[in-house]
């Protein structure tokens, strides 16, 4: 196995909307090797100019999808659709039909969280960020 | 012990009905309002209306472990996180669920349930065994469908009479596993002749499939045209 350094990584980012491509670009612009998924041809317009990198127009639900982005090889994987079903399928066909190690999925519902963490994939909710940000303005001195 | 269906309508309203007959609670839940109230005109059930991908609905339900859980909605991404919360989450140890797209039947399995059912893989089967003809018939099909067990009668006019089984060219990825000629069963080796009216029974790669068969159906002068 080729031995990779961490300024050389293959990224598989699914959804491409505003965390998406952004995310992208910037992982494109300092050298990593990205390809964009979404189902939606428009959402590429989301890209900066900075992206040098491949995107597939295609369901990433579907195993076809997730081959063509030979998703097997990728370092990480990031599963950023709007849809926490979604995600979750998606996390899970990357985990057992590509033994991908470090997926990371958004995941908006907070009663979701425990079930991605059940599978071993690393998880980012917008809803507790936002939670914990505002709470620390109310109960400032909690930590 | 209770049997909660989720998504679903046709289905889920015809299987409730016939296992409410047989006297076991049922709990029916449902995204659709209008198909609630329905369910709840003509069934003997307790509808609950509610999306039951969220753990919320579901803790509604009263689970408990000895319960079925029968998911019926025409979405795998559904399907898939309805089954594993009741799995991971309440516990639960039968689960059936239907699947749309047949690539993902691998994929509950390696999760833990077992009992899925595909429409389309069964659909499939039964257009298949209509392309191939009556003398063609998948039997059984192991892996989703990676391995088929088929049947095959050889017809009348067939080329391969007369003929061993090794000089007829059959495809690598299959093997004969037995011949089954007026009631007897063979077990056939490269030496082996065929004859009319045997039914031969080879386990395939799917992908050789139309080759085998005609190659075992195909008549005596078809190739001189």
New interface residues.
Partial sequence: MRNKSKDNLYLVIIGCGKVGANVASRASSIGHNVVVIDKNEKAFENLTVEFTGFTIFGDATEKDVLMEAKIDRADYVFVLTEDDNTNFLISMACKYYFAVKKVIARVYEPDNIQLFREYDVEVISPTVLAIDKLSDFVVGDYK | MKVVIIGGERIAYFLAKSISSKGYRIYVVNKDAQLCEDFARDLKAVIVHGDA????VLEQLDIEEEDIIVVLTN????N??IT??AK??FGVKNIVTLIN?P??I??FN??GISAAVSTTTMMQRAVENLLFGKELEEFLSLEEGKLAFLKIEIPENSKVIGKKLKDIGLPHDCVVGGILRKGEVIIPHGDTILDIGDILFIVAVPTVQTEIANLLTGEKDAKKI
């Fill in positions: 991908s969220k753990r919320s979405k795998d991404k559904e898939l996180i594993q919360l991971k989450i797209n690539d993902n691998e994929l390696k999760l």
